[in-house]
């Protein structure tokens, strides 16, 4: 209707996934390449984690998850990227344990530093790249195409060839010590996390603060809540299924924003909303429960989560929001709803192998990409 | 628990030796698709007003969509106005800064997609309220085409000590 064009809406994208949740899994081999596993497992740096379950699952797993799952750790320490190619702290992080480590800045103006599995990734300007001396390569940045603006340099520190007094590896401490030499807030995680010794840590030297993830418990009562039963099946339209998806993902938001819109209670007038729960008609009233962590969050604790839902036999949702992400089409995070019979398989001739398979549980994953938060 | 691990192996075993019964599950298990065009655009709105101001009443429902009506009209005229505007949320609350208490008036709102670029250009170029003295803006804090994606903030409140 009007005349504006929105180039950052057109970039904007969802990928959705249904699909079938193994009857059973080994902790220790989770599917990688599977949704809604894949999802979870490549999003390294997540900063909040949320779970919605109705009220009376929670009071019957409550047990089990307080048991089994440990609060997510982390911490916020000021330090120099040189800092991190001191002996003791690489040694003991990089070298032979794992860390997680993210700088503070935001990608596509300032220099990032992420650490992840051994391999540090700074993203950069043109001008300062081509002070370090480093070898990268451009990418994208959201500005003029062609133009090479921005810079990412990828060093795998856990490489043989990545030891003091080698060639290479002076090259990063020459240009740590006098291009990229600015202290920096970072958070940090350790993923190997030994209990006992923590005064000894080289950690300990940086001052760290300690983040509080302890969880956020909040109960919200009386929400309207869509029926999920036989949300998709095989004979809607493509169109449908995103529809039917959205809309669920759009109530999901709703519940994890706390809107009044989504309690059972609401009568706001259609001047100030129109919003209506999907499939109004058929749903019901709910107590549920929303669980939050805030902190460093790494996909392994992501993991251990969801493994500790799976169990319980209702419905859940898990949702998480990514650290650090890229400046053109990064991704902002990802929503898991798994639930049994989500998905209705409509076969033209319906048998007994049908029938047996109706107990199966699905779940529906939607990952965005490129939505603008300028906010704090 | 160890039912079911004592069962998993019998089962592999079992479609080791008949692999076509893996194969009709398969097709159907995944479906994957690309949302790109959704019905609405979400923006996280903060009412910015004098600092000097008085204090004025916590932001409403009503009052927030006054003043988004006004804002559209002011840019977009008539027509502006006939942008339909669903309030999701209103956020009031003190933040307690260093600089001490501030008032905080924060709105979530959802419009048409097609229309979301001219409602940011209305609310940004905008400066109302009522009287001389008592002058607001909107700004935005967040716009994005899911609302998933937006509701957890960025995260960089970790990295403030």
Not at chain 1, 180 to 190: E, K, P, R, T, V
Request: glycine share 6%; aromatic share 8%; hydrophobic share 40%.
């Amino acid at each position: 209707m009007f005349d504006f064009t929105d180039e950052a809406s057109g970039h904007e994208k969802c990928f959705m996934t249904i699909a079938q949740l193994p009857g059973f899994i080994d902790p220790k081999q989770v599917p990688s390449k599977k949704s809604p596993f894949s999802a979870i497992l490549n999003q390294p740096f997540a900063h909040t984690a949320e779970v919605i379950l109705p009220e009376n699952v929670y009071t019957s797993i409550q047990a089990s998850l307080d048991d089994e799952l440990n609060k997510p750790q982390s911490a916020r320490v000021f330090m120099c990227p040189s800092d991190l190619l001191e002996h003791e702290f690489f040694n003991a992080y990089i070298k032979s344990g794992n860390i997680l480590m993210i700088s503070e800045g935001r990608a596509g103006s300032d220099n990032v530093f992420t650490l992840h599995d051994g391999i540090l990734k700074i993203e950069l300007g043109r001008e300062i790249f081509e002070r370090t001396g480093l070898t990268g390569k451009p990418i994208r940045s959201g500005g003029r195409k062609h133009q090479k603006d921005r810079f990412l340099i990828e060093l795998n520190l856990r490489l043989p060839s990545m030891l003091h007094g080698k060639k290479g590896f002076d090259r990063i401490v020459w240009a740590f010590k006098n291009v990229l030499n600015q202290s920096l807030a970072w958070l940090f995680c350790d993923l190997e996390l030994t209990i006992g010794n923590q005064a000894t840590k080289p950690i300990t030297k940086h001052c760290p603060q300690m983040i509080d993830s302890d969880v956020l418990k909040s109960k919200l009562d009386r929400i309207h809540t869509p029926p999920l039963h036989g949300l998709v099946s095989n004979d809607m339209s493509e169109e449908d299924m995103q529809e039917s998806c959205g809309s669920l993902s759009e109530w999901i938001a709703m519940v994890q924003l706390g809107s009044p819109r989504v309690s059972a209670d609401d009568d706001v007038d259609p001047y100030l909303s129109r919003y209506r729960v999907p499939g109004a008609d058929a749903a019901s009233t709910m107590d549920l429960i929303s669980l939050k962590w805030h902190g460093l969050i790494s996909a392994k604790w992501i993991m251990q989560l969801f493994l500790c839902l799976l169990p319980s036999s209702a419905w859940f949702v898990l949702s998480t929001s990514a650290l650090g992400k890229q400046a053109v089409e990064g991704r902002d995070g990802f929503t898991i709803a798994a639930a049994p019979n989500i998905y209705s398989s409509v076969a033209s001739r319906a048998n007994d192998r049908e029938a047996s398979e109706s107990n199966n549980r699905y779940a529906i994953c939607w990952e965005f990409v490129g939505a603008t938060a300028i906010e704090k | 628990m160890a039912d079911v691990q004592h069962k998993d192996p019998v089962e592999d075993a079992a479609s080791s030796t008949a692999p076509k019964r893996k194969a009709p599950d398969s097709p159907s298990s995944t479906i994957n698709f690309t949302s790109r065009n959704p019905p609405w655009t979400y923006l996280k709105l903060q009412l910015v007003s004098q600092p000097d101001a008085t204090p004025s009443q916590p932001l409403d429902a009503l009052s927030a969509r006054t003043y988004l009506s006004s804002a559209l009209s002011q840019f977009l005229g008539l027509t502006g106005t006939a942008i339909p505007i669903d309030i999701l949320k209103v956020e009031t609350g003190s933040l307690s800064t260093t600089k001490g208490a501030s008032k905080h008036d924060g709105v979530w709102v959802r419009v048409p997609r097609d229309d979301g670029a001219a409602v940011v250009a209305a609310l940004s170029s905008w400066i109302g309220g009522s009287g001389s003295g008592a002058s607001a803006a909107w700004r935005v804090c967040a716009k994005g085409n899911y609302l998933g994606a937006l509701v957890s903030g960025s995260g960089s409140d970790l990295f403030v000590p």
